[in-house]
């Protein structure tokens, strides 16, 4: 069974700064997907990224980005420039390419942001 | 635009009572999805639907129920109500299977005591 583990229950990182969250994960699977969500206060999982394993360059979006490893099966989050906003937990998922229908989350990462 | 709406919002059960967790989207997804979320765990998929008449377990079956007779709508029944099944529940749905991006609503928060 795919098991995805972020080790890192909390973080902090001052307004403006930069700050990695960390994702392993577990797969004998070649095709297969990856995603950030982020939870927010108001409870409502929102999909920050998402990183096909064949494609070799990260995904990024605005200010978020990823460092993806595949032989590593690594899959960090880079949040630049934090804003108040960015607070929230945030989780890693995977997926099997062939069979999405369920996604595999990891323990989640609360992320706080220092003014 | 709604997208994904899940009610109610919050509920107490008692042991043994049982109640359904509605669910629509105004989205035409012909994906949706159950998923619970335990205190300080990441969430686990319940159940989940490819289509209207169409519905499969996921990793956390037992004790739901789930139906799916409209593209709109994909209600959770839960039948004799247990304190394991105290979890934030919430409903999602997707355009393509699972490896696109999920919407997902705001959850329902079940106690059961």
């Known amino acids: 069974a795919q098991t995805v583990t972020q080790s890192q229950p909390e973080m902090s990182v001052q307004e403006a700064e930069t700050v990695t969250l960390s994702c392993t994960y577990d797969t004998s699977e070649s095709d297969y997907y990856l995603f950030w969500y982020k939870q927010p206060p108001s409870r409502q999982m929102i999909l920050v990224i998402r990183q096909e394993a064949y494609k070799q360059q990260n995904a990024t979006e605005n200010r978020f980005s990823v460092n993806f490893q595949k032989a590593a099966k690594s899959f960090s989050l880079k949040i630049s420039d934090s804003q108040l906003g960015d607070a929230a937990m945030y989780f890693c998922?995977?997926?099997?390419?062939?069979?999405?229908?369920?996604?595999?989350f990891g323990g989640g990462t609360r992320l706080m942001v220092k003014p | 635009n709604a997208g994904v709406t899940q009610t109610p919002k919050f509920r107490i059960l008692k042991i043994g009572q049982s109640m359904t967790l509605q669910c629509t989207q105004d989205?035409?997804?012909?994906?949706m999805y159950w998923y619970r979320q335990d205190p300080g765990m990441g969430l686990k998929l319940i159940y989940y639907?490819?289509?209207?008449?169409?519905?499969d377990k996921g990793e956390v079956p037992n004790g739901y129920n789930v139906s799916r007779s409209t593209t709109e709508d994909f209600p959770l029944r839960l039948e004799l109500a247990a304190p394991s099944q105290t979890s934030v529940y919430f409903c999602?749905?997707?355009?393509?299977?699972?490896?696109?991006?999920?919407?997902f609503g705001s959850g329902t928060q079940l106690s059961v005591l």
């Open positions: 989205m035409n997804h012909n994906y």
């Open positions: 999602a749905s997707s355009r393509l299977l699972g490896t696109e991006k999920l919407f």
């Open positions: 998922a995977y997926t099997q390419g062939n069979a999405g229908n369920m996604l595999t």
């Open positions: 639907s490819v289509g209207a008449g169409i519905t």
